[in-house]
């Protein structure tokens, strides 16, 4: 789908770290007037790859700019595949502003948002998903976060799709063959191994897909709703939960009047809680409004803390409404409730108040999320993955329906740009190898 880039590119620069006051800043330089540069600011070109003590000084008048350290990445083997070079500096908007102005008149260019990550894709030395991998693990907020952006910076999930675009490319090319070819020496169940092949790829896409977005939850947060009857201490506990045991991360904007939301880290996990109005039937009609909202929220949330006062232990019967695993019974205000007997077994006692019991429902909550979403393979992150993946399916299961061959190639086609897309590397010249090479046709 993309070409190298033909034409010599322009040399960029940009500061690779975070502006404002600090111990140290990098200016990181890519394209082919870094070498030139870096001699001309640090007087020497370092040998590569190895970090040296310079002092940059202004090409112009001579003047010392800043002392630190200059490292030399030349192309092919840098993270952009161009010549790149890294200035250490001391980290002020001083010195950046200095080094960033001899830069500029030098004839370089100040790098666009992304557009390193984006002449590494171009020169083949990351795919989209890594790209993308390499946005979410700047972003990361929490160490799940971390993970799953570092596993498919490593290329777990390219590979994943990768692989199904060869297997897709291989059904198309034989199939193709069948139809372009008649008179050759083909084997003759080839048209029935194809629609064998279509079916099952078809399966495995499914199941991919079928994860319940996982990967895409992860990455935005997993869904927490704390339900249950009014003045149970729904909002006492959301305070605690969030104040005491764990960070908040990030406000969330757009909370409505009856679902108020919080981002935690939850031992790692990147958790929106969200407290919901009190469940109990009501003639008021905000109410209702409120209570329908709160009843969408819960059976909506990943995960959900059936929270009800311990004096009152016949209403831990509303959460009937919400049965399995992923509902925690959690028996609130036990502070209260001393010399009531003991709880049945699977509730857990805690008090809002007192925080008594909070460790042991953290340690629940995050222990169900863990089995939930820590998991070895590598999971879906993104809508966009997600649509081309969905429609690469659609063309496969088309494809295994229609009648004429011809229809069937063209489906399978689609489905193959469509997996294509999801990585960014789609060809027309790998369609003619695989035929070439599988068949040997013409010779
Ligand atoms: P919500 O309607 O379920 O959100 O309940 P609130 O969090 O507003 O709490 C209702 C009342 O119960 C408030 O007066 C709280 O101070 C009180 N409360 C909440 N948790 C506890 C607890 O663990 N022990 C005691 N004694 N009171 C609590």
Redesign the pocket.
Known sequence: MREPEQTQPDTIYAPATAAGRAAIAIIRLSGPASGPALRTLAGKSPPARVARHVRFRDPESGEDLDDGLALWFPGPGSVTGEDVAELHLHGSRGVLAAVMAALSRLGLRLAEPGEFTRRAFLNGKLDLTQAEAVADLAAAETEAQRRQALRQLDGSLGEIYRGWGERLLRLLAHLEAAIDFPDEDLPPAIEAEVAEGSRRLAAEIGRHLADGHRGERLRDGIAVAIV?P????????LNQLARREAAITSPIAGTTRDVIEVAIDLAGFPVVLA?TA?LRDSADIIEQEGLRRALKHAEEAELRLF?FDATRPEDAKGAAAWPGPDTLLVA??I??AAGQGTLPAGIIPV????GEGLPVLVAGLASRVGEIYDIAAPALTRARHREALETALAGLRRSVAAGLAELRAEDLRLAWRSLGRITGRVDVEDLLDVIFRDFCLGK
Do not use: I
Request: no cysteine; proline share 5%.
């Open positions: 249950g009014p003045n149970a201490g729904k909002s006492s506990l407290d009190g929270v609130n205000k502070d209260l008090s809002a108040l007192t």
